[in-house]
């Protein structure tokens, strides 16, 4: 392996090392489990506040227990709208992902990922305002978002 690859590899590791040491040494993973779940109810909470009126829900569990660090909501409308939304929001540089709905009643899916190592409570609410623009404008409408493309 390159050297310098080796090194920035090295360096990641000894983050997460020092993320699973226990008291008395500060954080650990219980501090990003907590992290993670703060960043996620802020999310709920901001779409919720912010975001009414567009047809989103929730379809991520509430319960922290049964929570992971991801935020899944779907959208109810018609024809692709959650795949445009997650292009028109990655266009702006909000990387979600789209879980098409298998046609059975489970809808389309617009999915959100937290990494507490390096996302911030700025990052969920500029997120949460992306979207919020994004779906009060009809941005999500426009051609070039409602093009399939190999990943989502």
Same mark, same amino acid.
């Given at each position: 392996?390159?050297? =310098? %690859?080796? @090194?920035? =590899? $090295?360096?990641?590791?000894?983050? =997460?090392? /020092? ?5 008395? /040494? ?6 990003? *489990? ?14 919720? %506040?912010?975001?009414? +009126?567009?047809?989103?829900?929730? !379809?991520?569990? *509430?319960?922290?227990?049964? *929570? ?6 779907? =959208? ?5 709208? @959650?795949? /445009?939304?997650?292009?028109?929001? #990655? @266009?702006?540089?909000? #990387? +979600? $992902?789209?879980r098409a709905g $298998? ?5 389309? #899916?617009? *999915?959100? +990922?937290? @990494?507490?190592?390096?996302? +911030?409570?700025?990052d969920v609410w500029?997120? /949460?305002?992306?979207?919020? !623009? ?19």
């Amino acid at each position: 392996q390159p050297m =310098l %690859s080796l @090194a920035a =590899l $090295d360096c990641g590791v000894d983050t =997460l090392l /020092a993320a699973g040491e226990v008291a008395p /040494a500060p954080g650990g993973m219980a501090a990003l *489990r907590a992290k993670s779940l703060a960043l996620t109810d802020l999310f709920i909470d901001l779409v919720e %506040s912010r975001c009414g +009126g567009h047809g989103l829900g929730l !379809a991520t569990p *509430r319960e922290h227990s049964r *929570r992971g660090s991801q935020v899944c909501l779907t =959208l109810n409308r018609p024809g692709g709208a @959650a795949y /445009a939304v997650v292009q028109a929001l #990655i @266009a702006r540089g909000v #990387i +979600g $992902d789209f879980r098409a709905g $298998d046609g059975a009643g489970h809808a389309d #899916i617009l *999915r959100f +990922g937290f @990494a507490p190592l390096y996302t +911030g409570y700025a990052d969920v609410w500029h997120a /949460a305002e992306h979207l919020r !623009a994004v779906l009060a404008g009809g941005e999500w409408q426009r051609p070039e978002f409602n093009q399939p493309h190999e990943v989502t």
